[in-house]
């Protein structure tokens, strides 16, 4: 299996980065994967030239197939102006619109305040609905404060346990020769949820249950 891991951080060492890596680290104590990790800083100026140019120069090119290769993408974003940074919605810009369909993300995001914690709900996850991707249900926001507490360790576990189980789909059905009808499940939930409604159980006991946006819409309604 290969993890890509896209980290948007600008400086070195940065927060967005050490996210990105325990994010990764807690992904693979549940599955075998082969991670790459994709700096946008390394690539910022090939970015700006394939935007203008419409060609990718080598490097960039190799990250842009590198995450429409990969079985499970983590992206980390630090927050700009309450919003991903554009160094991060540059390079989402370029990728092919096919690319990212049906593959689990993970998203991430680093902040120096707690009052952003929600851009992973109204600006990362969004963004990822729009290109199709099966959005895991954890998203991780990371304050200044939040390092070295307990609840972000917490958060980190069950978002990489979440990841790890749908891109190692043997691991929920527990047999082997399950693996492709188990891929082509979690891929077509993956697809309805882009459209018609939302994961709501990511227990391998229950499996995948989505609900329609109109059956919660009535029930909300009911209440």
């Known amino acids: 299996m290969k993890l890509v891991v896209v980290s948007a951080g600008l400086s070195s060492p940065s927060s967005t980065r050490l996210l990105a890596d325990r994010l990764t680290a807690a992904t693979l104590r549940h599955t075998d994967a082969e991670p790459e990790v994709i700096e946008l800083r390394d690539l910022a100026t090939q970015i700006a030239q394939h935007l203008v140019t419409g060609f990718p120069p080598a490097h960039l090119a190799a990250a842009l197939d590198a995450v429409a290769a990969a079985d499970g993408l983590i992206a980390v974003t630090p927050v700009f102006a309450a919003s991903y ?115 709501t159980s990511v227990d391998p006991a229950d499996g995948l249950a989505v609900v329609p946006f109109a059956q919660r819409l009535a029930a909300l309604n009911a209440e």
């Open 85 to 199: 940074s554009g160094l991060f919605k540059s390079f989402f810009d370029l990728i092919d619109q096919d690319a990212l369909t049906g593959k689990p993300v993970l998203l991430g995001a680093t902040g120096g305040t707690p009052r952003h914690s929600l851009v992973t709900e109204h600006a990362l996850r969004p963004l990822f609905t729009h290109l199709r991707a099966l959005v895991l249900p954890t998203a991780v926001y990371a304050a200044s404060q939040d390092w070295g507490q307990e609840g972000l360790a917490q958060r980190i576990s069950r978002a990489g346990a979440e990841l790890a189980r749908f891109t190692t789909p043997t691991a929920a059905h527990g047999k082997a020769e399950d693996t492709a009808h188990a891929t082509d499940h979690a891929t077509a939930h993956g697809t309805v949820r882009a459209t018609a409604g939302a994961i």
